[in-house]
């Protein structure tokens, strides 16, 4: 009995693994269509008795503004590029900061994001943080930055119903992704903490006091994939 558990965890270990390659791999060439969260908000939307929206472009990376890019490093992950997909430093101060009580602004990376935003589902189990890891390091290896960012700009949520940075720049400032000025991809990135409170235009004070910031920051960005 023993033997044939191990035998049986084993296999599903080796199925997992081979298809979630697969899938890293199949996506590293091919746009990724739709995610789980887009799923999930449909489904709430319509347990709100809402309308199910979900806009959603896909445009390649040399389509979209630089601008854009700097602003979520600068707002997201300022070692977006020199970390192998996890920002040790910032893990650390994100749970000294919660330690003590404070605002936990969080550790996670573009990569980590861009991990659980396309493979996983919305949480904080051990297990869902274990396979965000485990797709992290897969998509460092063999995605690479330049297409981590493509995907993560493309897929992460940027407003009620809107994903990615095409929708984003269309819903918030009736433009393409590619015209997107630096205080409008800075308006952008400020609300990516809670896309669906903030809004990118006629923002709030607050937001707007993130854009100041954000844009003070892109200035040290250079974007070397």
């Given at each position: 009995?023993i033997k044939k558990i191990f035998r049986f965890l084993w296999k599903a270990m080796l199925y997992?693994?081979?298809?979630?390659?697969?899938?890293?791999?199949?996506?590293?060439?091919?746009?990724?269509?739709?995610?789980?969260?887009?799923?999930?908000?449909?489904?709430?939307?319509k347990a709100d008795g809402k309308e199910m929206t979900c806009s959603h472009d896909w445009v390649?990376?040399?389509?979209?503004?630089?601008?854009?890019?700097?602003?979520?490093?600068?707002?997201?992950?300022?070692?977006?590029?020199?970390?192998?997909?996890?920002?040790?430093?910032?893990?650390?101060?994100?749970?000294?900061?919660?330690?003590?009580?404070?605002?936990?602004?969080?550790?996670?990376?573009?990569?980590?994001?861009?991990?659980?935003?396309?493979?996983?589902?919305?949480g904080r189990s051990y297990l869902r943080k274990g396979l965000e890891a485990y797709f992290t390091?897969?998509?460092?290896?063999?995605?690479?930055?330049?297409?981590?960012?493509?995907?993560?700009?493309?897929?992460?949520?940027?407003?009620?119903?809107?994903?990615?940075?095409?929708?984003?720049?269309?819903?918030?400032?009736?433009?393409?992704?590619?015209?997107?000025?630096?205080?409008?991809?800075?308006?952008?990135?400020?609300?990516?903490?809670?896309?669906?409170?903030?809004?990118?235009?006629?923002?709030?004070?607050?937001?707007?006091?993130?854009?100041?910031?954000?844009?003070?920051?892109?200035?040290?960005?250079?974007?070397?994939?």
């Amino acid at each position: 009995m023993i033997k044939k558990i191990f035998r049986f965890l084993w296999k599903a270990m080796l199925y997992f693994f081979v298809i979630s390659t697969f899938l890293v791999v199949v996506f590293k060439f091919v746009p990724v269509p739709f995610t789980p969260l887009m799923g999930i908000r449909a489904l709430e939307q319509k347990a709100d008795g809402k309308e199910m929206t979900c806009s959603h472009d896909w445009v390649p990376l040399e389509e979209i503004s630089p601008n854009i890019q700097k602003a979520v490093i600068a707002s997201e992950d300022a070692n977006f590029l020199a970390h192998y997909g996890f920002d040790f430093n910032a893990i650390e101060k994100a749970m000294e900061n919660n330690e003590k009580g404070k605002k936990l602004k969080g550790g996670s990376t573009i990569s980590q994001q861009t991990a659980k935003n396309v493979f996983l589902w919305q949480g904080r189990s051990y297990l869902r943080k274990g396979l965000e890891a485990y797709f992290t390091v897969l998509i460092e290896l063999i995605w690479g930055k330049e297409r981590i960012m493509e995907v993560y700009l493309n897929s992460i949520e940027m407003g009620s119903g809107v994903y990615g940075v095409q929708a984003a720049a269309n819903h918030w400032y009736g433009k393409s992704a590619h015209n997107l000025s630096k205080r409008e991809a800075a308006g952008i990135a400020a609300i990516l903490p809670n896309p669906r409170k903030f809004k990118a235009s006629n923002s709030s004070s607050y937001i707007e006091r993130r854009k100041s910031r954000i844009m003070k920051h892109m200035q040290y960005v250079k974007l070397e994939y």
